[in-house]
């Protein structure tokens, strides 16, 4: 997907990845990205933002054909059954240019300030990672190329838990005092994987 130059921050990575694999188990089996947040798919949310932020836009998954006749440009998962880890390396892959924001399909309040933010942090580390009282966030990151090597490594070993990825790569890390301003209402990070989660998010949004 193409995005018109008019829109990019001048500070921005030119490529954003939404990771759209999984089952979505607790959620019956709903694709996540499909469900509607202030009366808009989560999907065309994060598409609202990301088109701010990079001026390629990709969608990882391991079923390309649910995103048949989208217009996007669909990346099938390289290395199939490794998950979320498997997501981000065949982002940095397929991406044509040296940074890549990662995003996973189930946020729907990001927001292109902190993303813009984050792109700005990544300076010579391998990535930047928001890192909250729950732990990191590599799910909303900024990764380098550079990631390549150190993931394509884990993953032949078996290695498959993403936020282990920190201990092979150099991280910059945007802890809570540097989050506050980009997430007041504490929903920057909500993220939709059960019912209860989505009204949740609904509620926030005072949907019907």
């Not at 792109?119 to 909250?132: E, H, K, L, N």
């Not at 019912?195 to 005072?206: E, G, N, V």
């Amino acid at each position: 997907m193409r995005v018109p130059a008019g829109l990019i921050h001048p500070t921005s990575v030119r490529t954003a990845a939404i990771i759209a694999g999984g089952r979505a188990t607790r959620l019956g089996g709903l694709d996540k990205w499909t469900l509607t947040v202030g009366g808009r798919r989560i999907l065309d949310r994060q598409l609202s933002v990301l088109r701010h932020v990079a001026e390629h836009i990709l969608i990882v998954t391991d079923d390309p054909h649910r995103f048949r006749g989208s217009g996007l440009r669909v990346c099938a998962d390289l290395i199939p059954g490794a998950g979320p880890l498997s997501g981000v390396y065949t982002a940095l892959v397929r991406a044509p240019t040296e940074h890549t924001v990662v995003v996973a399909c189930d946020l729907p309040f990001v927001t292109t300030s902190f993303l813009r933010h984050l792109v700005t942090r990544v300076g010579q580390s391998d990535a930047a990672v928001p890192r909250t009282a729950a732990g990191p966030q590599p799910l909303c990151a900024v990764y380098a190329r550079s990631c390549i090597g150190p993931i394509r490594s884990r993953l032949e070993r078996g290695a498959l838990q993403l936020s282990a990825l920190e201990h092979a790569i150099r991280v910059t890390h945007i802890d809570t005092p540097e989050l506050a301003p980009f997430d007041p209402n504490g929903t920057l990070f909500l993220n939709v994987n059960t019912p209860d989660d989505h009204r949740r998010a609904r509620a926030l949004t005072d949907d019907d």
